[in-house]
């Protein structure tokens, strides 16, 4: 067995993990960085659905009532995340839910955030798209929604536009570096100022460190890179403070699993689980309406039929994002692309599952597709089950997993989602311009590719597990700040709110790093790509 410290432990790569690594190793600090993933470059993607290329860095981790898509690798799901860059709106820091109080901390309002994504949004960097920029999918979407009477809006997107081919496998990797992920900002900044990274290295438990000078100690495991089911070695790491980041699934069951190491963990801990009120469904274009009703076509003559043409997310209305409504009727409808996988899980009309003529003949209609993302207001009614021995889930099969989340979704959640739907219908149905199918629940349960809230921020000990600083209650320089502290569905993508925290909580960490003993100091700017 290995033992080493550090004076930082970092445990995930993704936004929660790699922002406080940078500016921590920039301070000075002995940073370690421990993702359970492996580390690819750009040349090492490959754009193929092929088994043993995409499921060696995602992630579909199935649980009761509901399926999660995460990041597996260094980089975490900014690797794999479809760009989308948006600020959450201030109605969804002032959501209410079930606690019939406000969920986020006193602290916390989009005014006091602005700041961060700034910082956020420079070091990616996102760049505001335009017309042009939007897909064709994109376009329908937009076209239906001016003639149903609402605005639709280009996505701001952490994408380099001129390096971009329109290739559409933001899944499986950009080969071309032109999505702005992780890999090209904050980690590698972070290691030029002295951070290690350690790739398939997957913690296992945290307890007080025996080391003099340390508080914590991290039992890990290192995965074969063949077979992440197979342990190569094993070791300890004792750290003065920790950043925990191992994503909203796996934040919460590594808590769980350590917690009478620990002498106790926060009630909250593994509960108020949210999906981010995600809800799939897909337009079936008539095209010939596309042409007369729209009055669109496309170079080679068709009116539509451009689906995988162009990137996952371009298109946006955020018209049913109002702060005056009542919460659960409040939600952004997006355009958004998912591989042809996925297919089986849209339901037709004529037919039960996933079999039979109906879905032969839907499926084969494909091109004519426009996948569109309803991001709700849900209940934060997911919850953890007890802790596998080993890992965040177990794993069936590389790419796929069994976790212990179950979500069953409330009345309020499925109120919101029928009124998306609904809102949905009214655009993309008009004068028989589309058919609406939802995604199966039966075939995948609901399918999040943005849990939040397993392990949240606020101001009541009893509903949140961390204080307004990132900290977990009762235990002094352990952090988590990846998408398991956002207290609640946030009606938009997830990615810069959880960068923007994890900017805001730098400074906090950096002060629990110095009076450990490190010499420290925080300041650097975030780092220019």
């Given at each position: 067995?290995?033992?080493?410290?550090?004076?930082?432990?970092?445990?995930g790569?993704?936004?929660?993990?790699?922002?406080?690594?940078?500016?921590?190793?920039?301070?000075g600090?002995?940073?370690?960085?421990?993702?359970?993933?492996p580390?690819?470059?750009?040349?090492?993607?490959?754009?193929?659905?092929?088994?043993?290329?995409?499921?060696?860095?995602?992630?579909?981790?199935?649980?009761?009532?509901?399926?999660?898509?995460?990041?597996?690798?260094?980089?975490?799901?900014?690797?794999?995340?479809?760009?989308?860059?948006?600020?959450?709106?201030?109605?969804?820091?002032?959501?209410?839910?079930?606690?019939?109080?406000?969920?986020?901390?006193?602290?916390?309002?989009?005014?006091?955030?602005?700041?961060?994504?700034?910082r956020?949004?420079?070091?990616?960097?996102?760049?505001?798209?335009?017309?042009?920029?939007?897909?064709?999918?994109?376009?329908?979407f937009?076209?239906?929604?001016?003639?149903?009477?609402h605005?639709?809006?280009p996505?701001?997107?952490?994408?380099?536009?001129?390096?971009?081919?329109?290739?559409?496998?933001m899944?499986s990797?950009?080969?071309?570096?032109?999505?702005?992920?992780?890999l090209l900002?904050?980690?590698?900044a972070?290691?030029?100022?002295?951070?290690?990274?350690?790739?398939?290295?997957?913690?296992?438990?945290?307890?007080p460190?025996?080391?003099?000078?340390?508080?914590?100690?991290?039992?890990?495991t290192v995965?074969?890179?063949?077979?992440?089911?197979?342990?190569?070695?094993?070791g300890?790491?004792?750290?003065?403070?920790?950043v925990l980041?191992?994503?909203a699934?796996?934040?919460?069951?590594?808590?769980?699993?350590?917690?009478?190491?620990?002498?106790?963990?926060?009630?909250?801990?593994?509960?108020?689980?949210?999906?981010?009120?995600?809800?799939?469904s897909?337009?079936?274009?008539?095209?010939?309406?596309?042409?007369?009703?729209?009055?669109?076509?496309?170079?080679?003559?068709?009116?539509?039929?451009?689906?995988?043409?162009?990137?996952?997310?371009?298109?946006?209305?955020?018209?049913?994002?109002?702060?005056?409504?009542?919460?659960?009727?409040r939600?952004?409808?997006?355009q958004?692309?998912?591989?042809?996988m996925?297919?089986?899980?849209?339901?037709a009309?004529?037919?039960p599952?996933?079999?039979?003529?109906?879905?032969?003949?839907?499926?084969?209609?494909?091109?004519?597709w426009v996948?569109l993302?309803?991001?709700?207001?849900?209940?934060?009614?997911?919850?953890?089950?007890p802790?596998?021995?080993?890992?965040?889930?177990?794993?069936?099969a590389?790419?796929?997993?069994?976790?212990?989340?179950?979500?069953h979704?409330t009345?309020?959640?499925?109120?919101?989602?029928?009124?998306a739907?609904?809102?949905?219908?009214?655009?993309?149905?008009?004068?028989?311009?589309?058919q609406v199918?939802?995604?199966?629940?039966?075939?995948?349960?609901?399918?999040?590719?943005?849990?939040?809230?397993?392990?949240?921020?606020?101001d009541?000990?009893?509903?949140?597990?961390?204080?307004?600083?990132?900290?977990?209650r009762?235990h002094?320089?352990?952090?988590?700040?990846?998408?398991?502290?956002?207290?609640?569905?946030?009606t938009?993508?997830?990615?810069?709110?959880?960068a923007?925290?994890?900017e805001?909580?730098?400074?906090?960490?950096?002060?629990?790093?110095?009076?450990?003993?490190?010499?420290?100091?925080?300041?650097t700017?975030?780092?220019?790509?």
């Amino acid at each position: 067995m290995i033992t080493q410290t550090t004076d930082v432990l970092v445990i995930g790569s993704g936004f929660g993990g790699a922002i406080p690594a940078y500016y921590l190793a920039a301070g000075g600090a002995r940073v370690t960085v421990l993702e359970r993933g492996p580390r690819l470059a750009a040349d090492d993607f490959a754009h193929s659905m092929q088994l043993g290329t995409y499921n060696r860095i995602v992630d579909v981790i199935r649980g009761d009532g509901v399926s999660v898509v995460a990041g597996n690798c260094v980089g975490g799901g900014s690797v794999i995340y479809f760009a989308a860059s948006l600020r959450a709106p201030a109605l969804a820091f002032e959501r209410r839910g079930s606690l019939g109080r406000r969920i986020w901390p006193a602290s916390l309002t989009r005014a006091t955030l602005d700041p961060w994504y700034d910082r956020a949004e420079e070091a990616l960097p996102v760049t505001r798209t335009t017309w042009p920029d939007v897909s064709y999918a994109g376009g329908v979407f937009a076209a239906a929604c001016h003639r149903a009477g609402h605005t639709c809006n280009p996505v701001p997107l952490a994408v380099d536009l001129e390096r971009c081919t329109n290739c559409n496998w933001m899944l499986s990797g950009c080969r071309f570096d032109a999505k702005r992920s992780l890999l090209l900002n904050y980690l590698p900044a972070a290691e030029a100022h002295g951070a290690v990274i350690r790739p398939l290295h997957e913690v296992q438990t945290l307890a007080p460190s025996p080391v003099s000078g340390y508080r914590y100690a991290a039992a890990y495991t290192v995965l074969d890179p063949d077979d992440y089911t197979c342990t190569a070695q094993t070791g300890v790491i004792h750290a003065k403070v920790v950043v925990l980041a191992a994503g909203a699934v796996g934040t919460p069951v590594l808590l769980q699993r350590s917690a009478l190491l620990l002498g106790g963990i926060p009630r909250a801990v593994g509960r108020y689980f949210s999906g981010n009120g995600d809800k799939v469904s897909i337009a079936n274009v008539d095209e010939d309406r596309a042409r007369s009703l729209l009055g669109l076509s496309r170079p080679d003559g068709s009116a539509y039929q451009g689906l995988p043409i162009g990137r996952p997310i371009t298109a946006a209305t955020f018209d049913y994002l109002d702060a005056a409504a009542t919460e659960y009727s409040r939600f952004t409808l997006q355009q958004i692309y998912f591989p042809p996988m996925t297919n089986f899980l849209v339901k037709a009309a004529s037919s039960p599952g996933w079999f039979g003529i109906g879905q032969r003949d839907l499926r084969a209609r494909w091109r004519s597709w426009v996948t569109l993302l309803a991001m709700t207001e849900d209940d934060n009614e997911g919850t953890f089950g007890p802790a596998p021995f080993s890992g965040s889930f177990t794993r069936l099969a590389p790419g796929l997993g069994l976790g212990t989340m179950r979500y069953h979704p409330t009345a309020r959640t499925r109120g919101a989602w029928q009124q998306a739907d609904a809102a949905l219908r009214s655009i993309m149905e008009k004068d028989g311009l589309a058919q609406v199918r939802p995604w199966s629940e039966e075939a995948a349960s609901t399918v999040s590719a943005h849990p939040l809230a397993s392990t949240r921020l606020g101001d009541d000990p009893t509903t949140s597990a961390l204080t307004d600083t990132h900290e977990l209650r009762g235990h002094r320089g352990l952090f988590i700040t990846d998408g398991a502290a956002i207290p609640a569905s946030l009606t938009v993508n997830p990615s810069l709110t959880i960068a923007a925290l994890a900017e805001r909580a730098s400074p906090t960490i950096a002060g629990r790093v110095e009076e450990a003993g490190v010499a420290i100091r925080y300041g650097t700017p975030p780092p220019t790509s």
